[in-house]
Each structure stands twice: as structure tokens, then as C-alpha cells.
T-cell receptor, first 113, second 111 residues
Framework: KAGVTQTPRYLIKTRGQQVTLSCSPI?????VSWYQQTPGQGLQFLFE???????NKGNFPGRFSGRQFSNSRSEMNVSTLELGDSALYLC????????????FGEGSRLTVL | GQSLEQPSEVTAVEGAIVQINCTYQ??????LSWYQQHDGGAPTFLSY????GLEETGRFSSFLSRSDSYGYLLLQELQMKDSASYFC????????????FGTGTLLAVQP
């Protein structure tokens, strides 16, 4: 069973640009959530999608957005990039089970110059 | 709001037992999870406590006490490969897979 796949793994952007990150969940998983990981702030929840609907959203500015497609694949977009957006962006998928178990991808490491 | 505090670093030797604590302030949650993350890697699920008490999974055990707002991860027979960061996390009461993660503990296992 393939794991969670995130692309690209690494990318470098400059301030003001925008970026789109992609996540393919484990087959059969309908929930996809996104997290930002930085040394200073740790792992912070961005948003969660379930069956193409945003089910929850973290405390991030509107520059951060996402969507989920009918095949459960998800994308997140960050517009007008700032230096502080440099981080590891992690995607996690889950079934609807009540075990608190998320399956994470390797992440997309974004560097903003 | 919700916050989960962990010690920033813990050092132990191979073969020893180590306990990583997680104290939290939250109005309510479904359960407490633990994740392991090796440097540069994906966090991987270790355990989940929905109820108070001890859950054992091989060399790892996790404990939750809601009355004390406290949980811990216990790692036995430490191996070098256990050197990693460990995070506790709570899942909110609503139907969601939103997790609030703790500050993380970097475990260094020495020979």
C-alpha cells in the first residue's frame, strides 16, 4: 500500500511569489490535513479537508489556502510569499477512524529568499 | 486555547528506559497521541490513548491521566535508532482530524 506522497520535496522561491504544493493520500483515505513545521513554532495545523470540503482551519492568514479533489488528492497554495513562510509543509491522511492516527508524507521543504 | 508542553531534550543510554512527559491545558479532547520524527523525516504514529491508563505497544508504552492533565511516553530497552524527536498531540472534540501538537522532545540515545 503506497504511503502519502508529497511533491515537490524541495523548492526555493522568492518573496512575493506564490507556491502550490501537492499531496496524494493513502488510497481510501478521505481526510487530508496540512501542517507547517518550523524550528520556532513546531508543528502547526493549517487546514483539513474531507470529501472535498474544508472541515477545519488553523490560525493562518488568508494567503494560505487549499483544496481537495474528488480523488482525495489535495493541494495547498501560499500566495505573496514571505520569508517567514520558509518551513517544512507536511500533509497527512487518515481514514475516518477514531484512533488519532495520521499518516504523514515526507513533506515539502519550502525556502523563501 | 490549547497548549501541550514537553521537555525540549532528553538524553539516555542504550538499553535504558526513558519517560517523556506531556502536560497540557485544553478544554477537552478525544485522546492523546504520540508521534516519532527522525531528522528530516515524516512523523510516524506510535500510540493513542483515548481513555486514562496505560497502553502498551512493544517497547513503547503511553499513559494518560485526564484528571492530572498529563501523559507520558515510556520507551524501554532503548536503541540507537530511537534517537529522534517525539511529539504528543491531542485531537479535538469535534469530528475532525485536526491535531494540536506539543512542543516536541529531542531524544538522544548514547552508546
Amino acid at each position: 500500500k503506497a504511503g502519502v506522497t508529497q511533491t515537490p520535496r524541495y523548492l526555493i522561491k522568492t518573496r512575493g511569489q506564490q507556491v502550490t504544493l501537492s499531496c496524494s493520500p493513502i488510497s481510501g483515505h478521505r481526510s487530508v490535513s496540512w501542517y507547517q513545521q518550523t524550528p520556532g513554532q513546531g508543528l502547526q495545523f493549517l487546514f483539513e479537508y474531507f470529501s472535498e470540503t474544508q472541515r477545519n482551519k488553523g490560525n493562518f492568514p488568508g494567503r494560505f489556502s487549499g483544496r481537495q479533489f474528488s480523488n482525495s488528492r489535495s493541494e495547498m497554495n501560499v500566495s505573496t510569499l514571505e520569508l517567514g513562510d520558509s518551513a517544512l509543509y507536511l500533509c497527512a491522511s487518515s481514514s475516518t477512524g477514531d484512533t488519532g492516527e495520521l499518516f504523514f508524507g515526507e513533506g515539502s521543504r519550502l525556502t523563501v529568499l | 486555547g490549547q497548549s501541550l508542553e514537553q521537555p525540549s531534550e532528553v538524553t539516555a543510554v542504550e538499553g535504558a528506559i526513558v519517560q517523556i512527559n506531556c502536560t497540557y491545558q485544553t478544554s477537552g479532547f478525544y485522546g492523546l497521541s504520540w508521534y516519532q520524527q527522525h531528522d528530516g523525516g515524516a512523523p510516524t504514529f506510535l500510540s493513542y490513548n483515548a481513555l486514562d491508563g496505560l497502553e502498551e505497544t512493544g517497547r513503547f508504552s503511553s499513559f494518560l491521566s485526564r484528571s492530572d492533565s498529563y501523559g507520558y511516553l515510556l520507551l524501554q530497552e532503548l536503541q540507537m535508532k530511537d534517537s529522534a524527536s517525539y511529539f504528543c498531540a491531542v485531537r479535538g472534540l469535534s469530528a475532525t482530524n485536526k491535531l494540536i501538537f506539543g512542543t516536541g522532545t529531542l531524544l538522544a540515545v548514547q552508546p
